[in-house]
């Protein structure tokens, strides 16, 4: 399956700040995801990342506060905009399988972002 | 009511048990079925998919149940690292890209 590094791992922000988390995938990937799992929850889809065009953004999130890039197959990055304490949480960036061979149908998960907003 | 839920647990189990639990979906039209597991401060990693005849990977046990809409786990002979938070993960789309559907997680806890 497709190894994927993201990046910040953890950090602290002070409200009304902006975070940008970094995903890297080391196979070009069609399909990339980002979740956020709040404390003691499930995972939430947030969006799902498109190469070269807008994501696509699920139900409750917004381009303006989650403004997403993908200007690649191996790339995408997730911002967390004009933060509050309630955007505490994980991030979770996924994609399906590596496109071709076993683990196509497969989600795998980068290893989080945890960020804490004070 | 949820499309995915679980029981949360926690199931405390002793070393070398057999636990099991279930997880029910709301939508009948959901097409495949996955078992992820998730440790703690970690990221969910897929443990197996869930297949209509049912299946079995060594000492896991997944099966569905697609009148009653669940699908259950069976861990049999549990060890010390079986202790995580186990997501039941349903997919509503026959195709790869269909919208997946988390549970909460049900917790195992596997005591010496």
């Known amino acids: 399956s497709a190894v994927i590094s993201q990046k910040p791992s953890r950090d602290i922000c002070q409200r009304g700040t902006s975070l940008t988390i970094q995903c890297q995938v080391d196979s070009q990937v069609t399909m990339m995801f980002w979740y956020r799992q709040q404390p003691g929850q499930s995972l939430t889809l947030i969006a799902t990342a498109n190469q070269g065009s807008e994501a696509t953004y699920e139900s409750g999130f917004v381009i303006d506060k989650f403004p997403i890039s993908r200007p690649n197959l191996t790339f995408s990055t997730l911002t967390v905009s004009n933060m509050s304490p309630e955007d505490s949480s994980i991030y979770l960036c996924?994609?399906?399988?590596?496109?071709?061979?076993?683990?196509?149908?497969?989600?795998?998960f980068g290893a989080g972002s945890r960020l804490t907003v004070l | 009511r949820k499309e995915v839920e679980q029981d949360p647990g926690p199931f405390n189990v002793p070393e070398g048990a057999t636990v099991a639990f279930n997880c029910t979906y709301s939508n009948s039209a959901s097409q495949s079925f996955f078992w992820y597991r998730q440790d703690c401060r970690k990221e969910p990693k897929l443990l197996m998919s869930?297949?209509?005849s049912g299946n079995e990977d060594g000492r896991f046990t997944a099966q569905l149940n697609r009148a009653s809409q669940y699908i259950s786990l069976l861990i049999r002979d549990s060890k010390l690292s079986d202790s995580a938070t186990y997501l039941c993960v349903v997919n509503m789309k026959t195709d790869s890209w269909g919208k997946l559907q988390f549970g909460a997680g049900t917790q195992v806890v596997v005591t010496p």
């Open positions: 996924s994609v399906y399988g590596t496109g071709v061979g076993s683990g196509a149908n497969v989600l795998t």
């Open positions: 869930v297949y209509s």
